[in-house]
Nanobody, 121 residues
Framework: QVQLVESGGGLVQPGGSLRLSCAAS????????MGWYRQAPGKQRELVAR???????TYSDSVKGRFTISRDNAKNTVYLQMLSLKPEDTAVYYC???????????????WGQGTQVTVSS
C-alpha cells in the first residue's frame, strides 16, 4: 500500500521561501519517478516539478528558476525547495508516484493529504 505524507507548508510573505517534504512508503522509492503537484481553489491539479529515478528534473514554466525538486533515496523522501514565492503559488501541494507509459509520465492513484502553501502579505 502506497503512502505519501507531505509536510512543510505554511504562510509566507511574497518573496519568501519554503521547503516541502514528501515521505513515501509502500514502494521501492529509488526506482520511481516522483512529482510535485499543486491545486489552487477552483483550479485543476497541475504538475509543477518532476524527478526521475536517475535524477533528471523537469519544471512547469510557472515555477522554473524558482523551485527545485530533489530526492533522498536513503530516506524515501522527495523535496521541493521553493524560492521567490508569489501569491499565485498559493495552493495545496501534493506529491505523487509517476509511471511512464504511452510515451509520457503519468500520475498514479495514490495521493497524500497535501500541504497548504499560502503566499500573502
Amino acid at each position: 500500500q502506497v503512502q505519501l505524507v507531505e509536510s512543510g507548508g505554511g504562510l509566507v510573505q511574497p518573496g519568501g521561501s519554503l521547503r516541502l517534504s514528501c515521505a513515501a512508503s509502500g514502494i521501492i522509492f529509488s526506482i520511481n519517478a516522483m512529482g510535485w503537484y499543486r491545486q489552487a481553489p477552483g483550479k485543476q491539479r497541475e504538475l509543477v516539478a518532476r524527478i526521475t529515478s536517475g535524477g533528471t528534473t523537469t519544471y512547469s514554466d510557472s515555477v522554473k528558476g524558482r523551485f527545485t525538486i530533489s530526492r533522498d533515496n536513503a530516506k524515501n523522501t522527495v523535496y521541493l525547495q521553493m524560492l521567490s514565492l508569489k501569491p499565485e503559488d498559493t495552493a495545496v501541494y501534493y506529491c505523487n508516484v509517476l509511471r511512464y507509459f504511452s510515451g509520457r509520465y503519468r500520475s498514479t492513484a495514490d495521493w497524500g493529504q497535501g500541504t497548504q502553501v499560502t503566499v500573502s502579505s
